[in-house]
T-cell receptor
Framework: GNSVTQMEGPVTLSEEAFLTINCTYT??????LFWYVQYPGEGLQLLLK?????DKGSNKGFEATYRKETTSFHLEKGSVQVSDSAVYFC???????????????FGQGTILTVHP | GAGVSQSPSNKVTEKGKDVELRCDPI?????LYWYRQSLGQGLEFLIY????????KSGLPSDRFSAERTGGSVSTLTIQRTQQEDSAVYLC???????????????FGPGTRLTVL
């Protein structure tokens, strides 16, 4: 089956520090990969996505590259801000076994706290 | 123009009672998904609708859970005889089917927090 594994949190950083949140996956079929973010008190929002190998998704200074050889999609940001404090979820959609819809499989989430 | 809306935002119920959770997708979105977010299980898929049809109900945890969608729009998730393990945040998402299910962005609602006492 499909699964996503994220680095365990919580992650606590100072403002302007470099961020990496690791994400690896297993999937049948050819997955698309996503990072979703959940800010305090808000719903899940798509942060970025990549749909094929070597694609780089980027948004709001965050980047992640689809690495098929290592089955990874690590999230990075060069300089975090206090406003980046949130829960980050890695996810995938993989069509296989006759599935024809975009069921998301999520990682367990990583809590990020950024201090001034 | 509004996003996905869900109601109620919070629901507290007693064990054994039935509850109904509502989702209003973004206008024109034909695909609708229900997920559940709980401490022990993380985010898990429950059911998917394309139009009014639910091709896959295998994510529903038990036969106490059911869902329907009418008019290709509003969806209701019903939990009968609620149990304490049903306590979770129930999330609804919708997408506009354009390029295909691998790439269509799912837009999430704020969720309904269900607490079963």
């Amino acid at each position: 089956g499909n699964s996503v594994t994220q680095m365990e949190g919580p992650v606590t950083l100072s403002e302007e520090a470099f961020l990496t949140i690791n994400c690896t996956y297993t999937a049948t079929g050819y997955p698309s990969l996503f990072w979703y973010v959940q800010y305090p008190g808000e719903g899940l929002q798509l942060l970025l996505k990549a749909t094929k190998a070597d694609d780089k998704g980027s948004n709001k200074g965050f980047e992640a590259t689809y690495r098929k050889e290592t089955t990874s999609f690590h999230l990075e940001k060069g300089s975090v801000q206090v406003s980046d404090s949130a829960v980050y979820f890695c996810a995938l959609v993989a069509l296989s076994g006759g599935t024809s819809y975009g069921k998301l499989t999520f990682g367990q989430g990583t809590i990020l706290t950024v201090h001034p | 123009g509004a996003g996905v809306s869900q109601s109620p935002s919070n629901k507290v119920t007693e064990k054994g009672k039935d509850v109904e959770l509502r989702c209003d997708p973004i206008s024109g979105h034909t695909a609708l998904y229900w997920y559940r977010q709980s401490l022990g299980q993380g985010l898990e898929f429950l059911i998917y609708f394309q139009g009014n049809s639910a091709p896959d109900k295998s994510g529903l945890p038990s036969d106490r859970f059911s869902a329907e969608r009418t008019g290709g729009s509003v969806s209701t998730l019903t939990i009968q005889r609620t149990q304490q393990e049903d306590s979770a945040v129930y999330l609804c998402a919708s997408s506009l089917v354009i390029r295909g299910p691998r790439t269509d962005t799912q837009y999430f609602g704020p969720g309904t927090r269900l607490t079963v006492l």
